[in-house]
């Protein structure tokens, strides 16, 4: 090329002693140079000046954020440039090689591409992946952050407040959220009865970490947990927590009533419990009433019929 094709100003300048200076060079700088001189008289002498220009490891970005799902496969791209050989090293805090990851490298006109696969994407593959090139003229680094998105975990320390005869006030702490924002919480609860429990489920906005919960039974034994939801899926149950509701007095009567001699001035009353569902709590005991006429006479005897 002829110096008087470059002006100066930008990445060129040409001295007045006839050498030019490239400024910020760049990889298509290198290639054949040509200085042409005279001075009106004779022919003009000419120089070619052949320019290598080396390049170091280059990235196109040198921070990106990937996401991926919990449970399906992720790949991470070192796409570099510069002069060959490039090498490359993958490096995480705490990364297992395991059957979990491979790394695989394509080489390119111009260098190399380098990918990590990671074929089940777990929680432990969250973190800070550094991707280290080097070759002979330098060295150059790009990070990626991989954020796996999961299902929440479960909501923690559940505790029962307020406890009353139908109602009682569950509190919980705020779970990991999987890196997707929590949008409800599930509630579930039955009575422990022993037998196949009748699950009852109740909603709670994400935004609370308590619920109330209404129309129990009184003198009851209850069973509570709590599942976090977010857009992928939900989490396990929390730890499972018993509490009793507040006896009242029994809404339901003895049952079953019969009456029968047993003995000259002796009657033998007999009788059933009320139903469970009705008691509302412990029978403490009976008060049988009688009478020849009114006013009845009552006596108090034991809890068993």
Not at 7 to 19: C, Q
Not at 142 to 158: C, D, F, G, H, R
Not at 210 to 233: C, M, Q
Request: hydrophobic share 30%; glycine share 8%; charged share 20%.
């Amino acid at each position: 090329f002829d110096s008087s094709g470059f002006a100066n100003g930008g990445r060129h300048r040409t001295l007045l002693n006839g050498s030019m200076i490239l400024m910020d060079i760049h990889s298509d700088d290198g290639g054949e140079y040509e200085c042409s001189a005279s001075n009106g008289i004779g022919e003009s002498i000419k120089k070619a000046v052949t320019v290598i220009v080396h390049v170091p490891p280059q990235f196109h970005e040198t921070y990106h954020l990937q996401k991926a799902r919990s449970g399906h496969s992720a790949v991470l791209r070192c796409d570099v440039t510069g002069d060959s050989p490039i090498k490359v090293k993958w490096t995480k805090e705490f990364m297992d090689n395991t059957d979990n990851t491979k790394i695989q490298e394509t080489p390119l006109p111009n260098g190399l591409l380098s990918e990590l696969y990671i074929s089940r994407v777990l929680r432990k593959d969250a973190g800070i992946y550094v991707c280290s090139a080097t070759n002979n003229y330098g060295k150059q680094e790009k990070t990626i952050k991989l954020l796996v998105l999961e299902p929440p975990s479960s909501p923690t320390e559940i505790v029962i407040k307020q406890v009353e005869r139908t109602e009682a006030t569950v509190t919980w702490n705020t779970p990991y959220a999987g890196n997707s924002p929590i949008t409800r919480y599930v509630v579930q609860y039955w009575r422990d009865t022993g037998s196949t429990p009748k699950l009852e489920e109740e909603t709670v906005g994400s935004e609370k970490n308590f619920h109330l919960l209404k129309s129990l039974r009184p003198g009851t034994s209850y069973v509570v947990r709590v599942i976090a939801d977010n857009e992928f899926g939900s989490s396990t149950p929390s730890v499972p927590i018993r509490f009793y509701t507040s006896e009242d007095t029994p809404s339901g009567y003895p049952t079953d009533l019969s009456v029968f001699s047993s003995g000259i001035n002796e009657l033998n009353v007999r009788w059933k419990a009320p139903p469970p569902d009705q008691r509302n709590g412990a029978i403490q005991g009976y008060e049988l009433g009688t009478a020849s006429t009114i006013p009845w006479s009552r006596t108090p005897i034991g809890k068993h019929p």
